[in-house]
């Protein structure tokens, strides 16, 4: 089991670039969610995935981030265009979509904004 | 509204001693709670979870935690600290979605 991957791990960019972060659940996971770290905010929920749908996006920030996930495999989260606000670490973590079933998070993306 | 509170930034405690680190929630209806440590640029890492049953929890690397109804209080414990449990902790609390309520988090420091 090789754990939830993350790319990259980290990210610096300019002020109004496109971001694009990536991540690999665990093979059979149905489950997918994508958290910001900031010392400020603490752990947020931005969105989370049942079977590559989405079902709640209600903590993404603004118009500017958009998640995808085309297949059981793959998800991204963009954020175009980025702004300084927008550093932080992003998690991605995905879990069996059974009632009660911890949450696997893998190590991150630290982005950076200048 | 659904919250979650960890009422400590920081616990420090000498090795060998015992450890709590104190989460207290609130939530309408039943209740399903989880810890959560976190190492130096890792991501988070379940320890264990209340659903239902015995009050006391057992999980990993020796944790254990007990769920107390009436004080709505999760806290989690350890009858032996090592420097190797220095970290962050997070208690999570879920009710009636997929989602779950983290704490702020509260950075345990074991002393030699």
């Known amino acids: 089991d090789a754990g939830v991957i993350q790319s990259p791990r980290h990210e610096v960019t300019e002020m109004g670039q496109e971001v694009t972060l990536r991540c690999k659940p665990i093979s059979g996971h149905n489950s997918l969610f994508w958290y910001r770290q900031t010392m400020m905010r603490g752990l ?3 969105i989370y995935f049942n079977n590559n749908v989405p079902i709640d996006d209600s903590g993404m920030p603004e118009d500017r981030f958009s998640a ?3 297949n059981a495999s793959f998800s991204t989260l963009k954020i175009q265009p980025s702004e300084p606000r927008d550093s932080a670490v992003y998690f991605c973590a ?11 998070f893998g190590n991150g993306t630290r982005l950076t904004v200048t | 509204a659904q919250s979650v509170a960890q009422p400590e930034d920081q616990v420090n405690v000498a090795e060998g001693n015992p ?4 989460c207290t929630y609130s939530v309408s209806g039943n209740p399903y709670l989880f810890w959560y440590v976190q190492y130096p640029n890792r991501g988070l890492q379940f320890l ?4 239902t049953g015995d009050n006391l929890v057992k999980g990993s690397y020796g944790f254990e935690a007990e769920f107390n109804k009436s004080q709505t209080s999760f806290h989690l414990k350890k009858p032996s600290a090592l420097v190797s449990d220095s970290a962050l902790y997070f208690c999570a609390v879920g009710y009636n979605t997929d989602k779950l309520i983290f704490g702020t988090g509260t950075r345990l420091q074991v002393f030699p």
């Not at chain 1, 995905?94 to 696997?104: C, D, E, F, I």
């Open chain 1, 68 to 70: 995808k996930m085309p």
């Open chain 1, 44 to 46: 947020e929920l931005l």
């Open chain 2, 48 to 51: 264990l979870k209340y659903i």
């Open chain 2, 19 to 22: 450890l709590t680190v104190k």
């Open chain 1, 94 to 104: 995905s879990s069996l979509n059974v009632p009660y079933s911890p949450l696997h």
